[in-house]
Every structure is written in C-alpha cells, then in structure tokens.
C-alpha cells in the first residue's frame, strides 16, 4: 500500500490539446506493471479538449457542474455532477464545459505497453462545440 498525501502542482492544459481555461490536476500514476492514471480535470465556462482518442479508453466522472461530450459522428451530449462516462477504446471524442458553466470531471485512462494514453488529433480545434447551454445541448443533433 502506498498513501501520496503531496499532489503535483496543479497545471494548465496546455494550448495544443485543450480549448479556453482548463486546469489539470494529476491523482494517481502507480508504478509499472499499473498502468492506471486519474487526473482531476477543471474547466471554466466553454474550456474544452481538443479531439483525442485512448488506446484502452477513457472514464469521466463529472463531481462538479455541467459539461458536454460528444464522440465523432455522435451528439453533442450534456453532462452533469454525478455522471459517469465510458468512452471506448480507440474512440475519437472531446468534452468539456459547457458555455456558460464550469465542470470538474475525474478522467481515468490506462497506459498503453509504451505509455501512451492519449492520441490527440493534429488539429485542436472542436468545430461541433456548441454556443448553446448544456440544457439545450441534449436537444442539439
């Protein structure tokens, strides 16, 4: 058993790989064979990732706000504290707050035998991110 009671510093997303405010703070990291990572990942109001996909998928736990996901070819879907999200391996995806709200969500992935996680899409931008609410993102097709 191993107890980390001094987290890294938070840091913030950077510019290549998320769109607006985003704040990351890093969890868990155990040591190999594990391949676990959790991040605690802050977003102000429309701050959002980039496109990316994971190599054994990804769980997003929405603990504060309201926020939207959507996978390619897929809605715009509202998400909200208490939510829990399963994106499938290999599934291009972003998420993010939504426009006028701020969302905390936990973002569990596991590491690839090289220890990638995450594959970003060379572009950053979201063209399909809404100027709407997440309210109104459950409406949106």
Do not use: K
Not at 85 to 90: A, T
Not at 119 to 141: K, L, M, S, T
Request: no cysteine.
């Amino acid at each position: 058993m191993q107890i980390t009671r001094n987290h890294p510093d938070t840091s913030a997303g950077p510019a290549e790989h998320f769109n607006g405010t985003v704040w990351l703070d890093g969890i868990a990291a155990p040591r190999a064979p594990s391949g676990l990572r959790m991040f605690s990942v802050h977003f102000a109001p429309g701050g959002h990732t980039s496109w990316h996909r994971h190599p054994h998928g990804q769980v997003l736990h929405v603990t504060e706000g309201e926020g939207l996901v959507q996978r390619r070819g897929g809605p715009v879907e509202a998400i909200r504290a208490g939510d829990t999200v399963w994106i499938e391996p290999g599934e291009w995806h972003w998420h993010g707050a939504a426009p006028r709200t701020f969302m905390t969500h936990l973002a569990v992935v596991e590491a690839a035998a090289d220890g990638t996680t995450t594959d970003w899409h060379p572009r950053a931008g979201v063209d399909e991110y809404p100027a709407r609410g997440a309210r109104d993102a459950r409406h949106a097709v």
